[in-house]
Nanobody, 115 residues
Framework: QVQLVESGGGLVQAGGSLTLSCAASGSIFGINTMGWYRQAPGKQRDLVAHITRIGSTYYVDSVKGRFTISRDNAKNTLYLRMNSLKPEDTAVYYC?????????WGQGTQVTVSS
């Protein structure tokens, strides 16, 4: 079955950087659109960025210029490089793999940005 395991979260000061990783298994990784979502306390889970199988990327306005999504198909791994972090980036970050009409999710990794 499809499994997604996130890592790389943690506590960082405002202005700092983190890189999240998502190790995928159980699917043909290179052919599916992958994404990062986040959910802050009391809020809904929202898209942060996604990347298609051919490497086309999309970012929500609030992270453009600060975050970079990438994928290594040889390692079945998705990344999110986060620079210039702000307190409002604090959330649980989730990896997502879209296979047809089905979405698969990881367990999430906490990112906390202190001011």
């Amino acid at each position: 079955q499809v499994q997604l395991v996130e890592s790389g979260g943690g506590l960082v000061q405002a202005g700092g950087s983190l890189t999240l990783s998502c190790a995928a298994s159980g699917s043909i990784f290179g052919i599916n659109t992958m994404g990062w979502y986040r959910q802050a306390p009391g809020k809904q889970r929202d898209l942060v960025a996604h990347i298609t199988r051919i490497g086309s990327t999309y970012y929500v306005d609030s992270v453009k210029g600060r975050f970079t999504i990438s994928r290594d198909n040889a390692k079945n791994t998705l990344y999110l490089r986060m620079n210039s972090l702000k307190p409002e980036d604090t959330a649980v970050y989730y990896c997502n793999e879209q296979i047809g009409a089905t979405s698969y999710w990881g367990q999430g990794t906490q990112v906390t940005v202190s001011s």
